[in-house]
């Protein structure tokens, strides 16, 4: 999907999202080199490179890309951002170790999507190396009910933004349909709506294993959280890790 829209709403709601950044900074700091695809506003590729990774961010979007240049230009941070898409690149070299933070896998909408991806994934880490993502749990909670979560933003202009979130589910296909209504009020009380929708397709657990041992990898852990808690009824993320065989290519 095109995320071009929805870069200022992506990134008042989640720069200071801190979650999973220990978790790809620890597997980072024993990796020479670290490929993050569906990087967005940059937002763990810049906590990778601040802590001395080498890092290359590829992102379909270019608004997205933008804003994670201006980010790692204001901080002189240097690293690598392409544009490309995760099912189709090429960057003629291999690393240790590929990350997909942040459910950037639940925009591959079809099965020749998640296949394109996985086989590129595939060929771009080293014989041994690592692929680690994380997606939300499925959870096709409640629909047609217009949601105010508590997102609630203000500028230093006085205006502020409300988020409001509307879920539309498809069960069969895995899919959830999320619309935001993006209300900002200025100093004098006017109000401007935006609207956006964010399409994810949910991964179940045992589809995630088969098609990670179809695609060729080994040694698949799925955890619960990106602390290590074990996955169960209560996790809200898929936190996954896989290997490319180190024989693989003999
Ligand atoms: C939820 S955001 C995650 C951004 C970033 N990884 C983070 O953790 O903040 C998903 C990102 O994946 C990107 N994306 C979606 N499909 C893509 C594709 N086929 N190739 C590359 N990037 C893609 C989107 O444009 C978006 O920036």
């Known amino acids: 999907m095109n ?11 989640y720069h200071t999202y801190r979650d999973d950044l220990h978790f790809y900074a620890k597997l980072a700091q024993d990796s020479s080199q670290v490929l993050e695809l569906g990087s967005g506003t940059g937002r763990v590729s810049l906590h990778l490179a601040r802590r001395g990774a080498k890092v290359t961010g590829l992102e379909l979007s270019p608004e997205m890309l933008n804003r994670a240049r201006e980010k790692a230009t204001s901080e002189n ?3 690598e951002l392409i544009q490309g898409d995760m099912r189709s690149f090429e960057l003629g070299r291999t690393f240790p170790l590929i ?7 639940m925009h591959l909408y079809t099965l ?3 296949t394109k991806a996985l086989e590129r994934i ?7 190396g690592t692929l680690a993502f994380d997606v939300y749990v499925p959870n096709f909670g409640l629909e047609g009910v217009l949601r105010h979560e508590g997102e ?3 500028d230093g202009d006085g205006s502020r933004t409300d988020v409001f979130v509307l879920q539309r589910i498809d069960r069969l296909k895995q899919m959830a349909y999320t619309q935001y209504f993006v209300d900002t009020a200025d100093f004098d009380g006017r109000l401007e709506r935006g609207f956006h929708t964010l399409e994810q397709r949910y991964f179940t657990r045992f589809e995630l294993e088969w098609m990670l041992k179809c695609a060729g990898f080994e040694g698949v852990k799925i955890g619960g959280s990106f602390e290590g808690a074990p996955l169960d009824s ?11 065989s180190s024989s693989a290519g003999d």
């Not at 995320?3 to 709601?13: A, R, V």
């Not at 990350?99 to 896998?105: M, Q, S």
């Open 3 to 13: 995320y071009d829209p929805l870069t200022h709403l992506y990134e008042l709601q």
């Open 77 to 79: 941070l240097a690293l």
């Open 99 to 105: 990350i997909v933070p942040f459910n950037a896998l």
């Open 112 to 114: 020749p999507d998640q």
């Open 122 to 128: 595939y060929a771009h880490l080293e014989p041994g």
């Open 152 to 154: 609630t933003f203000f």
């Open 234 to 244: 209560s996790s809200y993320f898929m936190v996954v890790q896989a290997k490319k």
